[in-house]
């Protein structure tokens, strides 16, 4: 069966340092991999989503990046967090034209 | 870009009792997701669904493509579907990246 990994599940960083959250997939092959951010008080709103190894797309500009540098591998980054970075980050995967499975989320509280 | 409106916000409603939460979309789509997220964070797919109707145990979602409509129902209720349901669509940028409802927030009392 397929599992999907998030870590680290909960993080405090200041204002400025960088950010890396990574996120896998297991028991499936060339999934569609996505990231997307729950703010406090807000709906989700998807960021970045990924067909394949190297391919990222953006869904809104913003101070974060994504990387996949393997197959089942996906990587949330940012040079310098800004305090609007705070959030609850989750990490699906899908097949296309199928149901999304979401891994269990990183809190992330930048001070 | 879809734009989804969930109602209501917050539902509050005695054990047994039977529950909908409505969604509407703007742009016709080939799927419709409702998903189930517990006070934790954790989300869990409850449906997914193009056309009629599904169930799954206590839980029946509907919808109504020419309407751009969804239902979510619960039958007999319980303290454990305390939860907030979520409705999603694609977001039409690529993929099957979603744009989601803000959540129907429901409480079940005993």
């Known amino acids: 069966s397929q599992t999907i990994h998030q870590w680290p599940a909960t993080l405090v960083q200041p204002v400025g340092s960088p950010l890396s959250l990574e996120c896998t997939v297991e028991?499936?092959?060339?999934?569609?991999l996505y990231w997307y951010r729950q703010a406090a008080g807000r709906g989700l709103q998807l960021l970045f989503y990924s067909v394949g190894i190297g391919q990222i797309s953006s869904e809104v500009p913003q101070n974060l990046s994504a990387s996949r540098p393997q197959d089942r591998q996906f990587i949330l980054s940012s040079k310098k967090l800004l305090l609007s970075d705070s959030g609850f980050y989750l990490c699906a995967w899908s097949r296309t034209g199928s149901e999304q499975y979401f891994g269990p989320g990183t809190r992330l509280t930048v001070t | 870009k879809n734009e989804v409106e969930q109602s209501p916000q917050n539902l509050t409603a005695q054990e047994g009792e039977f529950i909908t939460i409505n969604c509407s979309y703007s742009?016709?789509?080939?799927?419709l997701h409702w998903l189930q997220q517990h006070p934790g964070g954790g989300i869990v797919s409850l449906f997914m669904l193009s056309s009629g109707k599904k169930k799954h145990g206590r839980l029946i979602a509907t919808i109504n493509i020419q309407e751009k409509h969804s239902s979510l129902h619960i039958t007999a209720s319980h303290p454990r579907d305390s939860a907030v349901y979520i409705c999603?669509?694609?977001?039409?940028?690529?993929?099957?990246?979603?744009?989601f409802g803000k959540g129907t927030h429901l409480i079940i009392q005993p």
């Open positions: 028991g499936t092959s060339n999934p569609n």
């Open positions: 999603a669509v694609p977001s039409g940028g690529g993929a099957d990246g979603l744009t």
């Open positions: 742009v016709g789509i080939s799927a």
